[in-house]
């Protein structure tokens, strides 16, 4: 099964996905956590040029440098991993793409969507959690626990028009997305992430 977590800025993704991660392991199942961009040796590296605040990089580059990462980590990892029957957790994929270089940047959705279909060989998540939070809740708690990277630094407008991107595709596909209140205390959005895994687990006959 493959779940993929998504939002905006500071929505906890990074959190929960690691108490998720533990309390799947511990039901002993065969679970892995990644990120995008990242999650391999080359994928690190890109994931370096990308958020660093020095790099000035042009929209169609940037978005290809995200695919670039996204190509090699579904064919070294996401793919092994699921063919084996495991659990792949992934922080960001290819809706981070649209919502931020498609409706963020404005390029246009169709290329994102053929060239992200190339990248990863049409393979696409089970389960999307969209982490929704207001842009500027979600960028003080980012600010507040650390530096602001190259994405971070985008005008609110742009993170706005991400939010709005990231309804748009969630109301296009309902049945993969599940909304999440990120802006509530983390103990209930961990409760309710692990209530909708445990549901789509069960239906599958994986616990
Ligand atoms: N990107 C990515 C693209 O533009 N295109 C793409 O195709 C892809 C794949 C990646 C950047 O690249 C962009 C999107 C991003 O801008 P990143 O650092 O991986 O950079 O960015 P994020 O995934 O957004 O990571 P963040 O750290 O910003 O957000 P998270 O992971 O959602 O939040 P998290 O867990 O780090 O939490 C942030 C802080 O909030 C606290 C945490 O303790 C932490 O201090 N927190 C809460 N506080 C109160 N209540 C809660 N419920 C809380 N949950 C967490």
Redesign the pocket.
Known sequence: MFITFE??????????MAFLLERLLAHGLSAISL???GGTHVGEQVRRL??DTRSDIAPAA?MLL?SAS?AQLVEAIIRPHLQGGGVVLC????D??LA??GF?RGLDLTALRQITRFATGGLTPDLTLF?DIDPAQ?LA??Q??GGM?R??AQTLDFHHRVRDGYLALMAAEPARWVRID?????AV?QGTVIQVVGERLSARGMI
């Open positions: 939002g905006p800025e500071g929505g906890g993704k990074t959190t929960v990120r995008e961009p990308l958020l940037e995200f996204r922080d960001r994929y290819a981070s793409t931020y270089q963020g982490f979600g708690r980012r507040g626990s990277d994405m971070d990120a802006s509530a205390p983390l959005v």
